[in-house]
Nanobody, 116 residues
């Protein structure tokens, strides 16, 4: 069955770094655009970064530009989010999403907490 499994979250101090991973299975990963979203308590889920199916194009929320980098390895069916210069306002649950035509799949999320 379709699975997206995030990992790499945790507790980090302000200014620190984390690398999130999302391992995909059960679908043709290389066909799917992949994205990272996040949701903080009491807020709506927001798009953080996206990458096209072949990795040629990426996009970022203004709040993370220059600090976060999304990448993918289609041979490993994995998408990554490198997060540098983390701030307390980056604290949220981070979700991986895959989209292709009308199909959209979500992972279960991984908690990122940035202390000041």
């Amino acid at each position: 069955q379709v699975q997206l499994v995030e990992s790499g979250g945790g507790l980090v101090r302000s200014g620190g770094s984390l690398r999130l991973s999302c391992a995909a299975s059960g679908f043709t990963f290389s066909n799917y655009g992949m994205s990272w979203y996040r949701q903080a308590p009491g807020t709506e889920r927001e798009l953080v970064a996206g990458i096209t199916s072949n990795g040629a194009m990426t996009n970022y929320a203004d709040s993370v530009k220059g600090r976060f980098t999304i990448s993918r390895d289609n041979a490993k069916n994995t998408v990554y989010l490198q997060m540098n210069s983390l701030k307390p306002e980056d604290t949220a649950i981070y979700y991986c999403n895959g989209k292709y035509t009308w199909r959209s799949y979500w992972g279960q999320g991984t908690q990122v907490t940035v202390s000041s």
